[in-house]
Each structure stands twice: as structure tokens, then as C-alpha cells.
């Protein structure tokens, strides 16, 4: 019995643990993809916003909330695409430990663009 317990307390603590998350923005002719999490940074951040903005797509996180050591703690992201499309989401530190959050933009004519949580 002790060594059931002991299992189970070891397999919460385990899925308490923040998962290892590292920023992916992939761009491409076709398509954008930003996927921010508890592992992102303010430097990463402003590197994005250069790159986005190379692309005609803007992109502010002007409200956001960081630690001292430059790590995201709380989210506020705005976008908006060339054609128009625009977007916010925010996500508070427990729900970035877990999942990623950020915006897929597909480019064109009839393009799609999607922000929030990302899968």
C-alpha cells in the first residue's frame, strides 16, 4: 500500500512539472506560425515583432507581464495581418507552463488566421 502511494504522489508531482516549451516562429511564402509559452522571453518577443513586421504583419505584446530574469509570466497579444485579419488572446503563467499559445496565419488572397491557444 505505502509503495502505491508513494507511486501516485510521485506521478502528480511528475504531471505538476511545467513542460519544456521553447518558442517556434516559422515563417515561410505560405505561412506564419508563433508559438509562445512560459519559456519565452522579452528579447525573444522583441526579435519577433522585427521579423513580423518585415512581413507586414504587426504584432504587440504591450501589457504583457515578465520575471525578473526576462521569462513571460503573463500574456497579451495583439495581431494584425496585411489583409486585415486581427486578433488578441492572453494566457496568465499556469495555462503558458502548459500549452503554447500564439497565432497560425496562412498567407494570401483567401488566407485563414487563427490566435489563442495553438496545438
Known sequence: M???????????VLGCTPKDLPT???MDSTHVLLNISHMTTRAELDDIVKKLSAEEI???????EFFENGHLRRLMLTVATPEGN?????????ALQYRYFGFK?????????SIGEVK
Open 105 to 113: 496565419y496562412e498567407k494570401g488572397e483567401k488566407g485563414s488566421f
Open 86 to 94: 486581427s486578433g488578441r488572446t492572453t494566457a496568465d503563467i499556469v
Open 2 to 12: 505505502k509503495n502505491i502511494l508513494s507511486s501516485l504522489c510521485f506521478l502528480f
Open 58 to 64: 504587426t504584432m504587440s505584446y504591450e501589457g504583457s
Open 24 to 26: 517556434i516562429l516559422e
